[in-house]
């Protein structure tokens, strides 16, 4: 992206009114949780709703690790390619990813997946269609049924956002119709981090 006029993709949260500000606002995410699980991949790695990219690179522990962040919001992406860290920008949404079968390393998702909504399903088997052999899926999210995640899933509510909160396990059950070996494990007192392993060998 950059001074291009793509149109914003229709049906997604609408993340471009506040990518101005976004930057500023604290998002419950812990970068450094995910380090010890990317740092010996290889190939590229996608940031499903990475938006601004302000987390991006602080996931990736490795100096030649590189991220495409994938984001409906033009706004949100220009952003974040605007301060030129080690990440490519596309504008695509997580239903149709522009990516060809197996062809990445590991998918990483702070929170975004509530974003997805009704579409989360879709999204996880397009995940595992673009996840190699061996590849990972990695999702920060807001804990529903702790209390500030109660507020925060509410607070989406009121704002008419499409967004779908579920618990660690209820989310483990979801990924595990498109992946196995998953495991959920606390970041913080409401923020939780599941990863889902595909298959050996792939099925999609
Ligand atoms: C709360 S922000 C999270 C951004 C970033 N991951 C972070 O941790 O700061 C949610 C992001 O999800 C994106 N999003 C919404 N719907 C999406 C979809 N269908 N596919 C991919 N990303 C989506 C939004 O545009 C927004 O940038």
């Avoid at 506040?18 to 995910?34: E, F, G, K, S």
């Avoid at 949404?93 to 997946?113: H, K, N, V, W, Y």
């Avoid at 995640?149 to 967004?163: F, L, T």
Wanted: charged share 25%; aromatic share 10%.
């Amino acid at each position: 992206v950059g001074e291009s006029d793509l149109e914003a993709p229709t049906g997604a949260d609408d993340f471009d009114s506040v990518a101005w500000c976004y930057d500023w606002t604290p998002i419950p995410t812990h970068p450094r949780r995910l380090h010890p699980h990317l740092q010996s991949l290889k190939g590229p790695i996608i940031d499903l709703g990475g938006g601004t990219g302000k987390y991006t690179t602080r996931m990736l522990a490795a100096e030649d690790q590189h991220a495409i962040i994938v984001d409906p919001s033009r706004k949100m992406l220009a952003k974040g390619y605007a301060k030129g860290r080690r990440a490519s920008y596309i504008q695509a949404m997580g239903q149709r990813l522009p990516f060809g079968d197996e062809s990445i390393t590991a998918a990483i998702s702070t929170e975004a997946f509530h974003h997805l909504g009704q579409d989360q399903d879709l999204v996880l088997k397009e995940v595992s269609r673009v996840l190699r052999e061996d590849g990972a899926f990695f999702i920060e999210e807001p804990d529903p049924s702790r209390f500030i995640g109660r507020i925060m899933a509410w607070g989406e509510k009121v704002q008419g956002m499409n967004s779908v909160f579920w618990t660690p396990s209820q989310l483990a059950k979801l990924l595990e119709q498109h992946f196995e070996k998953v495991v959920t494990t606390r970041t913080g007192w409401f923020t939780y981090l599941a990863i889902a392993r595909v298959p050996r060998p792939h099925s999609r």
